[in-house]
């Protein structure tokens, strides 16, 4: 099993047209610990200082709550992190394959998956392996969805992108989990870094096979052995969001700057 | 006997009891006793009792049969109520220490009442929740916990009001007798143990009179001659907080919060708050205490912090991840949105169809972690005047305890006819209660 | 309140206990009237101190037609908190809580 070990940087600088006088913010911006990867060292600040705790949420991505009432008109959020992927053997099977999961099939707040049945059952048609299936998906899902910013929004849902016909990186996800969960393969949401010079956050789709939760991304068209960088896993982008909180000011505030860095330290 | 419309035979009417047999007779021989009613609600009324719905003032229906608390009961339940309080209290700076008592952390801090700021911070004295409103009803006559408030309880004006205005009315025509309780004066006595300064300065920190419980910060202030402040009087200044009244800027010492989100109606208060220029009644951050989620394992919070449960809540534990069979368990409970306010996200699955009930199920199973489930209990009925007959209908008891301290000045909220949710907001009646 | 009870034929002796006033309802106003007179000549301006004074006016007027009596008391009273409302309506800041996430653009 390949192993690859990488350093990762992720910072935000906010700027606000008037002072804010409480920022408040729940952050996954910490390499996934657990599954096929291994977090080394994890440093997460801001400037200005803020209050700051740490926990693990219900699917164990690590979340940092950082609040920040002293004056200010610029924040920095900033995640410093080594961390260890390893690429896992994706393990075929004849389908119906039976796989169990508890969370991962449901219908969640953005993916209505009795809307895909009839989709799905068209796939399952001309899809002998569990292979076939992931591939007759993405395949589908790219000819039926565009690539196009600023069409959706964070708050579109499957359904609704997949009637647009565009969307981005999030709404390719979305789609291909829809449809998955609907054939009956646990399929779940992921928020992080591509390692080939990632410019923001990206998101992808794990689905669960035999050999467990296997990586593939439909926007760029990549299966199995991947080896982005996992923030955070969830239902769908809900669960996931890097950076989501509220600030009080009486102006405005916007993302000024965006970095993010992913190099290989082995 | 007084004709009652019953909606449940089943259902255990408690006055039938024999402590109620002097007031059903009083009941009986009382000519134009719903004239009586209506007067005291339209006298309710025109002196501001009422509640803010957004739209318009509601007024607050009140329902003049008393209800009855035996002396020996109401101790038995003070007890209980005590010792809960001191738990939550220790669990609150367990938590805020370090020491996660329990609950799970991503519990804890997913409530959108938990504070980071408020970390490592020792509030004065260690105390957090100094005013507790505490929610029971009476299964057969024993005694239950359905809820925790300790954010910003209200109602204990509502007791008293009732009280006051059934006295004024009906006082002579009774031959039970009752009282208003002190609770006034253990609010007066507790806001003012909460500074260290002798006869320290007092202020009611409210919304405005759009708030639903405006009534209530007005009565308080009127009646134990507190500031009444908006956030726009407040300002801070450096090393204290002072308020702009109409003789200037006073400085203050206690700040009895009637609003939650301190954040952005007065900035830089949280600040001089954990810097002790100012202490704040009840502290910011103890909603994570009261949280539906957090209720659930409050039997085991009061073990692992050595304290004994007084008074039993019913079974209630968080869905969380769903299975399969947790939807057979809960077809007959009631689940509870962890968000839900006043009775909003209150649903009784055992009353709802089909089709209703098929929707709060669905809505779980996409957030499972948003709900939690309690055991239906069929709790004691009271008789009501409504309208212009007496009603069978179910009621709550809210219970105020002052930092261990019990009050007798108590609230019984009636829920509308047929219905079981009896909070405020869900257009229910105040009954005044009677320690005899 | 009074007149309320005027207009349901109601027996108008009764209704200071009703309020839990324990004396005649006019000596009672005129009381609260003085009371509230020093309070607002503290801080009133020219126009709330107009309105006390036709308030003035309405409380000691003759109590020969309680309706009319009432019904101008009650006026006069809701005009006074009116003008008082304006002199000191608070100046409110428009500092909202505001939602901020990273956008992606990947």
């Given at each position: 099993m390949d192993s690859l070990k990488f350093h990762v940087l992720y910072e935000a600088k906010y700027e606000y047209e008037d002072v804010v006088t409480s920022n408040d913010n729940t952050l996954k911006i910490v390499p996934y610990d657990g599954d096929n990867q291994e977090l080394l060292e994890?440093?997460?600040?801001?400037?200005?200082?803020?209050?700051?705790?740490?926990?693990?949420?219900?699917?164990?991505?690590?979340?940092?709550?950082?609040?920040?009432?002293?004056?200010?008109?610029?924040?920095?959020?900033?995640?410093?992190?080594?961390?260890?992927?390893?690429?896992?053997?994706?393990?075929?099977?004849?389908?119906?394959?039976?796989?169990?999961?508890?969370?991962?099939?449901?219908?969640?707040?953005?993916?209505?998956?009795?809307?895909?049945?009839?989709?799905?059952?068209?796939?399952?048609?001309?899809?002998?392996?569990?292979?076939?299936?992931?591939?007759?998906?993405?395949?589908?899902?790219?000819?039926?969805?565009?690539?196009?910013?600023?069409?959706?929004?964070?708050?579109?849902?499957?359904?609704?992108?997949?009637?647009?016909?565009?969307?981005?990186?999030?709404?390719?996800?979305?789609?291909t989990i829809g449809i998955l969960r609907a054939s009956g393969i646990p399929a779940r949401y992921v928020m992080g870094l591509v390692n080939d010079n990632p410019i923001s956050t990206h998101a992808w789709v794990e689905f669960k096979s035999p050999s467990g939760w296997i990586p593939i991304d439909p926007t760029r068209r990549k299966f199995y052995n991947i080896a982005y960088v996992k923030f955070a896993i969830g239902r769908d982008y809900y669960d996931t969001p890097p950076i989501l909180g509220t600030f009080v000011s009486k102006g405005k505030g916007w993302l000024k700057k965006l970095t993010v860095m992913v190099r290989r330290i082995d | 006997?007084?004709?009652?419309?019953?909606?449940?035979?089943?259902?255990?009417?408690?006055?039938?009891?024999?402590?109620?047999?002097?007031?059903?007779?009083d009941l009986e021989r009382i000519p134009d006793f719903f004239k009586y009613v209506q007067l005291i609600n339209e006298l309710a009324y025109r002196e501001g009792f009422t509640f803010y719905t957004g739209n318009y003032y509601r007024s607050i229906k009140i329902d003049p049969i008393p209800r009855i608390l035996k002396k020996e009961e109401f101790r038995k339940i003070s007890?209980?109520?005590?010792?809960?309080?001191?738990?939550?209290?220790?669990?609150?700076?367990?938590?805020?220490?370090?020491?996660?008592?329990?609950?799970?952390?991503?519990?804890?801090?997913?409530?959108?009442?938990?504070?980071?700021?408020?970390?490592?911070?020792?509030?004065?004295?260690?105390?957090?929740?100094?005013?507790?409103?505490?929610?029971?009803?009476?299964?057969?006559?024993?005694?239950?916990?359905?809820?925790?408030?300790?954010?910003?309880?209200?109602?204990?004006?509502?007791?008293?009001?009732?009280?006051?205005?059934?006295?004024?009315?009906?006082?002579?025509?009774?031959?039970?007798?009752?009282?208003?309780?002190?609770?006034?004066?253990?609010?007066?006595?507790?806001?003012?143990?909460?500074?260290?300064?002798?006869?320290?300065?007092?202020?009611?920190?409210?919304?405005?009179?759009?708030?639903?419980?405006?009534?209530?910060?007005?009565?308080?202030?009127?009646?134990?001659?507190?500031?009444?402040?908006?956030?726009s009087d407040i300002n801070i200044r450096e090393g204290e907080v002072t308020v702009s009244t109409l003789e200037g800027e006073v400085h203050v010492d206690v700040i009895y919060r009637r609003i939650e989100d301190l954040d952005f109606l007065t900035p830089g208060l949280m600040n001089a708050y954990l810097r002790g220029w100012v202490n704040i009644v009840n502290a910011p951050g103890t909603g994570i205490a009261d949280d539906k989620i957090t209720f659930c394992f409050m039997p085991q919070i009061m073990e692992e912090l050595g304290i004994k449960e007084g008074v039993k809540q019913p079974f209630s534990f968080p869905i969380g991840t769903t299975r399969e069979d947790i939807e057979e368990k809960i077809k007959n409970m009631v689940v509870k949105k962890r968000e839900g306010y006043g009775g909003s996200g209150t649903f009784v699955l055992h009353d709802m169809s089909e089709e209703e009930k098929k929707k709060v199920l669905n809505e779980v199973r996409k957030s499972p972690e948003e709900f939690m489930a309690q055991e239906l209990l069929d709790f004691d009925t009271v008789i009501s005047a409504i309208g212009d007959s007496f009603y069978q209908a179910y009621a709550d008891l809210r219970f105020f305890v002052f930092v261990n301290d019990q009050s007798t000045s108590i609230l019984s909220r009636v829920a509308p006819v047929g219905s079981r949710v009896t909070n405020n907001s869900s257009g229910g009646l105040v009954k005044p209660l009677w320690i005899v | 309140m009074s007149l309320l009870a005027i207009d349901k034929g109601g027996d108008i002796s009764s209704i200071p206990s009703y309020l839990g006033i324990n004396e005649?309802?006019?000596?009672?106003?005129?009381?609260?009237?003085?009371?509230?007179?020093?309070?607002?000549?503290?801080?009133?301006?020219?126009?709330?101190?107009?309105?006390?004074?036709?308030?003035?006016?309405?409380?000691?007027?003759?109590?020969?037609?309680?309706?009319?009596?009432?019904?101008?008391?009650?006026?006069?009273?809701?005009?006074?908190?009116?003008?008082?409302?304006?002199?000191?309506?608070?100046?409110?800041?428009?500092?909202?809580?505001?939602?901020?996430?990273?956008?992606?653009?990947?």
């Amino acid at each position: 099993m390949d192993s690859l070990k990488f350093h990762v940087l992720y910072e935000a600088k906010y700027e606000y047209e008037d002072v804010v006088t409480s920022n408040d913010n729940t952050l996954k911006i910490v390499p996934y610990d657990g599954d096929n990867q291994e977090l080394l060292e994890e440093n997460v600040d801001t400037e200005p200082k803020g209050y700051k705790t740490r926990y693990k949420d219900m699917f164990g991505n690590i979340v940092y709550r950082i609040k920040v009432i002293e004056p200010h008109y610029s924040l920095v959020i900033r995640s410093e992190s080594s961390v260890n992927v390893k690429l896992k053997e994706m393990e075929d099977c004849m389908l119906p394959c039976q796989i169990e999961d508890e969370m991962f099939l449901n219908s969640s707040r953005l993916i209505d998956v009795d809307y895909f049945k009839p989709i799905a059952k068209e796939l399952l048609k001309s899809s002998k392996s569990l292979d076939d299936l992931v591939k007759n998906t993405v395949e589908f899902v790219r000819n039926r969805l565009k690539y196009k910013e600023g069409i959706t929004n964070v708050d579109t849902s499957a359904k609704e992108s997949f009637e647009i016909g565009m969307g981005v990186c999030q709404d390719f996800a979305q789609v291909t989990i829809g449809i998955l969960r609907a054939s009956g393969i646990p399929a779940r949401y992921v928020m992080g870094l591509v390692n080939d010079n990632p410019i923001s956050t990206h998101a992808w789709v794990e689905f669960k096979s035999p050999s467990g939760w296997i990586p593939i991304d439909p926007t760029r068209r990549k299966f199995y052995n991947i080896a982005y960088v996992k923030f955070a896993i969830g239902r769908d982008y809900y669960d996931t969001p890097p950076i989501l909180g509220t600030f009080v000011s009486k102006g405005k505030g916007w993302l000024k700057k965006l970095t993010v860095m992913v190099r290989r330290i082995d | 006997m007084i004709k009652i419309k019953r909606t449940n035979k089943a259902s255990f009417l408690e006055y039938e009891e024999e402590h109620y047999k002097t007031l059903l007779s009083d009941l009986e021989r009382i000519p134009d006793f719903f004239k009586y009613v209506q007067l005291i609600n339209e006298l309710a009324y025109r002196e501001g009792f009422t509640f803010y719905t957004g739209n318009y003032y509601r007024s607050i229906k009140i329902d003049p049969i008393p209800r009855i608390l035996k002396k020996e009961e109401f101790r038995k339940i003070s007890e209980g109520l005590k010792s809960r309080a001191e738990a939550i209290n220790k669990f609150l700076y367990s938590y805020y220490h370090g020491d996660k008592v329990v609950v799970p952390e991503d519990l804890i801090e997913t409530s959108p009442y938990f504070r980071p700021e408020m970390m490592g911070f020792d509030p004065p004295k260690g105390i957090y929740v100094y005013i507790f409103g505490e929610d029971l009803v009476k299964v057969k006559g024993i005694p239950y916990i359905l809820e925790d408030n300790v954010r910003i309880p209200s109602g204990m004006s509502y007791a008293i009001k009732a009280h006051e205005l059934t006295e004024r009315v009906l006082g002579d025509k009774f031959s039970v007798k009752g009282n208003e309780g002190d609770g006034l004066e253990k609010l007066k006595k507790t806001l003012t143990s909460a500074s260290d300064t002798r006869d320290p300065v007092i202020a009611i920190l409210t919304d405005g009179t759009l708030n639903s419980a405006y009534f209530e910060h007005k009565f308080y202030s009127d009646k134990l001659n507190l500031l009444l402040v908006e956030p726009s009087d407040i300002n801070i200044r450096e090393g204290e907080v002072t308020v702009s009244t109409l003789e200037g800027e006073v400085h203050v010492d206690v700040i009895y919060r009637r609003i939650e989100d301190l954040d952005f109606l007065t900035p830089g208060l949280m600040n001089a708050y954990l810097r002790g220029w100012v202490n704040i009644v009840n502290a910011p951050g103890t909603g994570i205490a009261d949280d539906k989620i957090t209720f659930c394992f409050m039997p085991q919070i009061m073990e692992e912090l050595g304290i004994k449960e007084g008074v039993k809540q019913p079974f209630s534990f968080p869905i969380g991840t769903t299975r399969e069979d947790i939807e057979e368990k809960i077809k007959n409970m009631v689940v509870k949105k962890r968000e839900g306010y006043g009775g909003s996200g209150t649903f009784v699955l055992h009353d709802m169809s089909e089709e209703e009930k098929k929707k709060v199920l669905n809505e779980v199973r996409k957030s499972p972690e948003e709900f939690m489930a309690q055991e239906l209990l069929d709790f004691d009925t009271v008789i009501s005047a409504i309208g212009d007959s007496f009603y069978q209908a179910y009621a709550d008891l809210r219970f105020f305890v002052f930092v261990n301290d019990q009050s007798t000045s108590i609230l019984s909220r009636v829920a509308p006819v047929g219905s079981r949710v009896t909070n405020n907001s869900s257009g229910g009646l105040v009954k005044p209660l009677w320690i005899v | 309140m009074s007149l309320l009870a005027i207009d349901k034929g109601g027996d108008i002796s009764s209704i200071p206990s009703y309020l839990g006033i324990n004396e005649d309802v006019q000596k009672y106003l005129i009381n609260n009237f003085e009371i509230l007179r020093e309070d607002v000549r503290a801080f009133g301006n020219e126009k709330v101190m107009n309105a006390l004074s036709s308030l003035e006016g309405a409380i000691y007027s003759s109590t020969s037609d309680l309706r009319e009596y009432f019904s101008v008391v009650l006026k006069s009273t809701l005009y006074l908190g009116e003008v008082i409302e304006d002199q000191l309506k608070p100046v409110i800041t428009t500092t909202l809580p505001r939602k901020q996430e990273e956008i992606k653009t990947q």
